[in-house]
């Protein structure tokens, strides 16, 4: 069954640091995974997705994945924190079959970004 | 494009109230719809998936339900609220789920339960 691990539930950095969130998943099947972001209180926006194309996956804001078969990781970075990048980030892999597809999430890591 | 809307964006209401909630998407047709819950400190909890009008799917046994009166609705409902009802509700849409395609998240709901 495909699911999704986030290594830390919070991470914190100084701000111009290098921003790494750590994502392993578990699927026996090649998985189309997610990144999403979510501010306070708002709803959750897409960051950049994996379908089997390029396994380096440049995202919005800066941000990019790459996916690692041998290590099944989907490790989301970006080389330079902004203070505007603190939220909390959730990590989601597909799962499914038939007519029944959906995203199963991580329980999300939040990231602060210290001035 | 497309949007998708929800209301109200708070909501307090005491115990054994009842609930809607109202989800609407503009600009596409015969979506995927799904209602989500997030507790504080717990993740996002799918409570109901929709791929049609009146078909709903439950995910978890709880005191709510969900239906879809039309193709680009979603309703949550409750007749009677639970404590344990509070938290930050989100719905969401996609189109074809096994081709890879992302969803996209409405603005949230915050329900608290006093």
């Known amino acids: 069954a495909q699911s999704v691990t986030q290594l830390g539930s919070h991470v914190s950095v100084s701000e111009g640091a290098l921003v790494l969130l750590r994502c392993n998943y578990s699927s026996s099947v090649p998985p189309y995974l997610f990144w999403y972001v979510q501010y306070p209180n708002q709803g959750l926006q897409l960051l950049l997705k994996y379908t089997s194309a390029a396994t380096l996956v440049k995202g919005i804001n800066g941000f990019e994945a790459e996916f690692k078969k041998s290590e099944t990781s989907f490790h989301l970075t970006k080389p330079s924190a902004h203070m505007s990048d603190a939220a909390e980030y959730f990590c989601?892999?597909?799962?499914?079959?038939?007519?029944?597809?959906?995203?199963?999430f991580g329980k999300g890591t939040l990231l602060t970004v210290n001035p | 494009s497309q949007t998708i809307h929800q209301w109200p964006a708070t909501l307090v209401q005491p115990v054994g109230s009842p609930l809607s909630l109202e989800c609407t998407v503009e600009g596409t047709s015969n979506p995927n719809l799904y209602w989500y819950r997030q507790a504080a400190g717990r993740g996002l909890q799918l409570l109901f998936y929709?791929?049609?009008?009146?078909?709903i799917s439950s995910e978890v046994p709880q005191n709510l339900s969900a239906s879809r009166p039309q193709d680009r609705q979603f309703i949550l409902s409750s007749k009677k609220l639970l404590l344990s009802d509070s938290g930050f509700y989100l719905c969401?849409?996609?189109?074809?789920?096994?081709?890879?395609?992302?969803?996209?998240f409405g603005p949230g709901t915050r329900l608290t339960v006093t």
């Open positions: 929709s791929v049609g009008i009146g078909q």
């Open positions: 969401a849409w996609s189109n074809h789920m096994e081709l890879g395609d992302e969803q996209y």
């Open positions: 989601a892999v597909i799962k499914g079959g038939g007519s029944n597809y959906k995203l199963t």
